[in-house]
């Protein structure tokens, strides 16, 4: 779905661009207000690949910077 020339997230386009995730973490996401673009970018950088981001190797900000604190929220715990 477009609204003007952004693309608003639905649940099905999260979970395409993000592959599986819960469905808290898929509300969470819908809830940041970012768009494609933004959700693309903080997917590059919860992946370490910052070399693909539109400014490279700046951090996200916005709704990018908070989608991507959601795909990485709890990492470090599953990581334990």
Do not use: F
Request: negative net charge; hydrophobic residues 40%; proline residues 4%.
């Amino acid at each position: 779905m477009q609204n003007g020339s952004r693309t608003v997230l639905t649940a099905e386009l999260v979970r395409s661009v993000c592959g599986q995730l819960s469905d808290e973490k898929v509300r969470d996401i819908l809830t940041t207000g970012a768009g494609l673009g933004e959700l693309e970018e903080a997917m590059a950088w919860a992946a370490g690949d910052d070399e693909h981001t539109p400014l490279r190797h700046l951090p996200p900000e916005g709704a990018a910077a908070k989608a991507y604190d959601v795909l990485v929220a709890g990492e470090q715990d599953e990581e334990c």
